[in-house]
């Protein structure tokens, strides 16, 4: 397999139409050298079917068919295995890519050698910030608001 800059990794179970909005997002927003995996965990509703049918031309496009439901770990590991990237993205199959955000995101990671990490920011259909992309390592303080409810009051 020749050597590209990402990786981006999807693991798949009965998500078609997802991941077939998700892999056009892929296409039609990010310029770069990479190469895409799905992972299909066993999936019962056609995803494979129709990867194989709607992405033909894409030759940087891979399928791993398992057959049973090997879980996310498992099946993300699979994909880095195989891998030649310099780096690997791991993206849920409910993803829809804006831009040239992979890029981006990938040329911050291997512009600066203290990071060993990049994450985006993650919008909801409507636009506004899904509050679970800013989770951050636990702390006392954090722990106890959440507790007491309190991290859930608004400030007005």
């Known amino acids: 397999m ?6 981006v990794i999807i693991v798949n179970w009965n998500t078609r139409e997802l ?4 892999i056009d997002s892929i296409y039609q927003n990010t310029q770069g050298d990479f190469d895409i995996f799905v992972v299909d ?11 194989k049918e709607e992405f033909s031309d894409k030759n940087n496009l891979n399928i ?12 993300n ?4 295995r195989l891998s030649n990237a310099n780096a690997v993205l791991l993206l849920n199959p409910d993803t829809i890519v804006h831009k040239n955000v992979i890029f981006e995101c990938y040329n911050q ?3 600066d050698e203290k ?17 679970a992309c800013r989770r951050m390592a636990p702390n006392p303080k954090d722990a106890f608001y959440k507790l007491l409810g309190i991290s ?5």
């Open 2 to 7: 020749a050597k590209v800059d990402l990786s």
């Open 19 to 22: 991941l077939k909005d998700c």
């Open 41 to 51: 965990n066993n999936s019962s509703d056609g995803s494979c079917e129709m990867l």
């Open 64 to 75: 791993i068919e398992n057959k049973d439901n090997k879980g996310f770990a498992a099946a």
């Open 77 to 80: 590991n699979q994909a880095i």
């Open 109 to 111: 990671l291997m512009g």
């Open 115 to 131: 990071l060993g990490v990049v994450g985006c920011k993650v919008l909801n259909p409507d636009g506004t910030l899904q509050l």
């Open 152 to 156: 859930k009051l608004k400030k007005k």
